[in-house]
């Protein structure tokens, strides 16, 4: 790609994205221009690049997810937000259906705030998927201080580990073994909970292809399931991140509604040199 391409740097509590628009022209990446763009010292720097491409289904968009090593993730909360509130704000809609390659989510504006619907939460062992089968609600997962994980698919796989204080976890050492862990055939997000209350729980997070973020849309959504699912919360709950605050509700038919702030942080071009490899 020889011209200049327009972007938008967005975030949701911390959890930045490169947004491009992919409707006129669409957008072909290699994973090395990937690389390059999300790059914070020669890029512009991400946890995920997002790209807005024409809907496929009906919706009002499709939102294409690549994380900061290039590799391609079907699902993205606090990006699914930032980019539903962009085209609400194109449209004038406050409800709108964003495609991903997960499915659906169905966006609302809740005042400030954005909520989606991330549909339902999977736990079946081969929706995660797992390399083979077991109890997701206890894996036979070890690695130091952290073991016996919840595995949760919120459009991607989740392992969730319940510790007495995430303050002190090594989790720059420990999350990128758990990521790799035999028993995630697609890798996994890595989250450590400490639970202050039935209703508030402390999350941090190890994002697969990206590392420790400061938040984590669809780990705070599969957080707040594994909680309830061992009976160590209710439904209802906010998840604290390094970032901020999310509020997360696990309905009675198993969607998952995720609802947290958005913010536009700058604009600008990508130049040419960064988008060596694009098609």
């Known amino acids: 790609m020889s011209v200049a391409l327009p972007f938008r740097k967005m975030h ?44 496929r289904n009906g919706g009002d968009g499709f939102m294409a997810v690549r994380n900061a090593d290039g590799s391609v993730s079907n699902s993205c909360g606090n990006g699914a937000r930032c980019v539903a509130r962009l085209l609400m704000d194109e449209t004038g809609k406050d409800h709108i259906v964003l495609e991903t390659g997960a499915g659906p989510v169905i966006a609302t504006r809740a005042g400030d705030l954005i909520a989606v ?40 796989p989740h ?3 319940f510790v007495p204080d995430v303050a002190k976890i090594d989790l720059a050492t420990l999350g ?10 697609e890798r996994a997000n890595i989250e450590i909970v ?12 190890w994002e697969r292809g990206a590392g420790i973020t400061r938040a984590c849309g669809t780990g705070a959504c599969a957080v707040g399931v594994a909680a309830a699912r061992r009976n160590l919360a209710a439904r209802e709950v906010t998840v604290t991140l390094d970032g901020g605050d999310l509020r997360i509700t696990w309905r009675s038919d198993g969607h998952v509604i ?3 702030p958005t913010a536009d942080s700058f604009s600008g071009t990508l130049d040419p040199s960064l988008l060596a490899g694009a098609k």
């Open 258 to 260: 995720m609802t947290g």
């Open 194 to 205: 400490e639970v202050l209350s039935r209703s508030h729980l402390r999350m941090r997070v």
């Open 12 to 55: 949701g509590l911390g959890n930045d994205f490169v947004v491009l628009d992919g409707r006129a022209r669409a957008l072909d990446l290699s994973a090395t221009a990937v690389r390059a763009i999300a790059d914070r010292r020669t890029g512009v720097g991400f946890d995920e690049m997002l790209i807005l491409e024409r809907p």
């Open 159 to 161: 392992a969730v580990f």
């Open 117 to 156: 619907d991330m549909g339902p939460a999977r736990t079946e062992w081969n929706e995660i998927p797992l390399a083979e089968e077991c109890d997701t609600l206890r894996l036979d997962i070890r690695e130091g201080v952290l073991n016996d994980p919840v595995a949760v698919s919120i459009g991607n």
């Open 176 to 185: 990128p073994k758990l990521e790799h862990h035999a028993l995630f055939p």
